[in-house]
């Protein structure tokens, strides 16, 4: 459950978009309540806990540390 707080702050966001918006809100949180979630419980996936080995996730924390903290301001 929500608090009282955000259930206030969404109503006053919603009514300050025109009708039209107003729908597309609503419909986007009727979708997000009929929505299964996805994924799989964890316990299914603890099988394969330890199975990719330690150098190997050395050099794949290496690659994010080195590659994807940079911004490539071109990219756009």
Known sequence: MST???TKTILEQVQEL???LQ????SFI?????????GVPGEDIL???GM????ELDAIE???EEDCERIDVNEW
């Open 62 to 64: 290496k690659a994010i």
């Open 52 to 55: 990719i080995p330690p150098e």
């Open 18 to 20: 025109p009708e039209d």
């Open 47 to 49: 099988k394969f806990a």
């Open 4 to 6: 009282p707080a955000v």
């Open 30 to 38: 009727q979708s997000l309540k009929t929505t299964p979630p996805k």
């Open 23 to 26: 729908y597309q809100v609503l």
